[in-house]
């Protein structure tokens, strides 16, 4: 049996998991997480997303987020794969980090959105790792219980807002909606239906016409612009050199790998990429192919 298909929609909101490979830890270190939530910034701004939640564990990554666009998967590849890079440099390892691709449900907002935060903020009390989980340092329960907004990754208010209307009395009950449930001894159940959505048949059912109806998210220019300097900055180069005629050697590597995380992070076609770099599609298919063959080299 097929895969589920993916729900990618303007305005939806995705209970996202990230597992380690073969239960491999994700984060050895505090430099690790760190470098993990700087790259989630990043990813936040770069595919204009919305962040409600996050909790770090040695071996998986809890999210809830949400997209302006229909581009789940695009800012999801891109946050997976540079942080795999980065990891595997720091700690001179290869291969493969995550487990497969990202499991995500998509949420019906309206009525599990403050509960999903809660799940994923109670995870280091149901994990083992701390009694009092917003004393937990490596999740965003902080940015909801402190009296003071904070941390700006988050997008704590539209479920702040379901409480009360003041930040403290806000930070106060969502404390106390911490401890409600750990006094229970049930864990918290999200309900998933035909492993595809947080919620009921009717909410899939509705979700399902509306992907029907959209189109593939097309990539903001300024995720494109981004990739560019990022990695014209790599080669010493302008980003202009990578889409201009130039044919020296180091400005047609730099293309090559421009061209390939395009392809890879914003899921753009050999059409738009030959529009971008004024390449004909069979130049740049031969491109990506050295680009990847490369790329395993350097993971092997």
């Not at 270190?29 to 909790?55: G, M, T």
């Not at 889409?243 to 395009?262: D, H, I, N």
Request: with cysteine.
């Amino acid at each position: 049996m097929g895969r589920p298909q993916r729900l990618q929609l303007p305005g939806a909101c995705y209970y996202v998991l990230l597992e380690g490979n073969n239960r491999q830890d994700l984060f050895l270190s505090s430099q690790d997480r760190r470098q993990f939530l700087a790259l989630l910034r990043s990813c936040k701004e770069r595919h204009e997303l919305k962040v409600y939640a996050y909790c770090l564990l040695p071996q998986k990554v809890h999210l809830l987020v949400e997209t302006d666009r229909p581009n789940l998967a695009a800012a999801m590849q891109n946050l997976g794969s540079v942080y795999t890079k980065r990891f595997n440099a720091a700690h001179d390892v290869s291969g493969h980090l995550f487990a497969g691709r990202y499991k995500a449900w998509l949420l019906d907002k309206e009525r599990f959105l403050a509960e999903a935060t809660r799940a994923i903020h109670l995870q280091p009390s149901r994990s083992g790792l701390r009694d009092k989980p917003w004393r937990y340092p490596w999740s965003s329960c902080s940015a909801y219980v402190e009296s003071e907004a904070g941390e700006p990754l988050i997008d704590s208010q539209p479920v702040l807002a379901l409480f009360a209307s003041g930040r403290l009395k806000q930070s106060v009950r969502y404390m106390q909606y911490l401890k409600d449930r750990l006094k229970s001894s049930s864990a918290v159940l999200l309900p998933v239906a035909r492993g595809q959505v947080i919620g009921g048949e009717e909410f899939l059912a509705r979700m399902r016409a509306r992907a029907g109806r959209v189109e593939p998210a097309r990539p903001s220019p300024e995720a494109e612009r981004q990739v560019l300097a990022e990695v014209a900055k790599r080669h010493g180069l302008e980003p202009e050199e990578l889409t201009g005629p130039g044919r020296r050697r180091r400005v047609a590597a730099a293309r090559r790998e421009a061209a390939y995380r395009l392809s890879k992070e914003l899921r753009l076609g050999v059409a738009e990429l030959g529009r971008l770099f004024h390449r004909t599609p069979s130049a740049l298919c031969q491109a990506l192919r050295t680009a990847e063959i490369s790329t395993k080299k350097l993971n092997s």
